[in-house]
T-cell receptor, first 116, second 114 residues
Framework: GAGVSQSPSNKVTEKGKDVELRCDPI?????LYWYRQSLGQGLEFLIY????????KSGLPSDRFSAERTGGSVSTLTIQRTQQEDSAVYLC??????????????FGPGTRLLVL | KNQVEQSPQSLIILEGKNCTLQ??????????LRWYKQDTGRGPVSLTI?????NTKSNGRYTATLDADTKQSSLHITASQLSDSASYIC?????????????FGRGTQLTVWP
């Protein structure tokens, strides 16, 4: 596709349930990022994938959060045993080449998660 | 602690008027600074990227300035249009990071009224 796509667009779930959020990066982009944007807050880095290297998971807030990237393309962010404070917009971004400081990150539209 | 602070938090202006948004940062060592525009319900889109040596950069009606000594940046929007209504986010990259780690401000919510 022309840009980064994410699904679902919106997700409402009950506290304690698991959710999976999907990101399809721009074709050919080797770097993929997940961010969280809570209401009234700035974007918060969660996890970073670059090619076949081990991901940088340093931003994940707890062990309930995990992510994988299959085949160097599609990524899935999983939140287990969701809590109300997990409610936020989850944004995915991808960039080409090294994914270093000079690469522009292209963002998807986000998945709006509401935990009741 | 690496931080990015933006002001004002929100701003309302009339169509056709100019406005200036501010960004102060403490990120060090500094690599670059970006301004992103985020329309409601959409992901952020890059407007400008500035390096340590650049003072001013324009993108159409958007002009960004950077003072690396005082660690301040501004985004000036000229002759505002209704489509400029969005959140404007200042993003600073840490030069010490090889992984493109970004530090985001909370954004300034701009509303342009007809």
């Amino acid at each position: 596709g022309a840009g980064v796509s994410q699904s679902p667009s919106n997700k409402v779930t009950e506290k304690g349930k698991d959710v999976e959020l999907r990101c399809d990066p721009i074709s050919g982009h080797t770097a993929l990022y997940w961010y969280r944007q809570s209401l009234g807050q700035g974007l918060e880095f969660l996890i970073y994938f670059q090619g076949n290297s081990a991901p940088d998971k340093s931003g994940l807030p707890s062990d309930r959060f995990s992510a994988e990237r299959t085949g160097g393309s599609v990524s899935t962010l999983t939140i287990q045993r969701t809590q109300q404070e997990d409610s936020a917009v989850y944004l995915c971004a991808s960039s080409s080449n090294s994914g270093g400081p000079w690469e522009t990150q292209y963002f998807g539209p986000g998945t709006r998660l509401l935990v009741l | 602690k690496n931080q990015v602070e933006q002001s004002p938090q929100s701003l309302i202006i009339l169509e056709g008027k100019n406005c200036t948004l501010q960004c102060n940062y403490t990120v060090s060592p500094f690599s670059n600074l970006r301004w992103y525009k985020q329309d409601t319900g959409r992901g952020p889109v890059s407007l400008t990227i500035m390096t340590f040596s650049e003072n001013t950069k324009s993108n159409g009606r958007y002009t960004a300035t950077l003072d690396a000594d005082t660690k301040q940046s501004s985004l000036h929007i000229t002759a505002s249009q209704l489509s400029d209504s969005a959140s404007y986010i200042c993003v600073v990259t840490d030069r010490g990071s090889t992984l493109g780690r970004l530090y985001f401000g909370r954004g300034t919510q701009l509303t342009v009224w007809p």
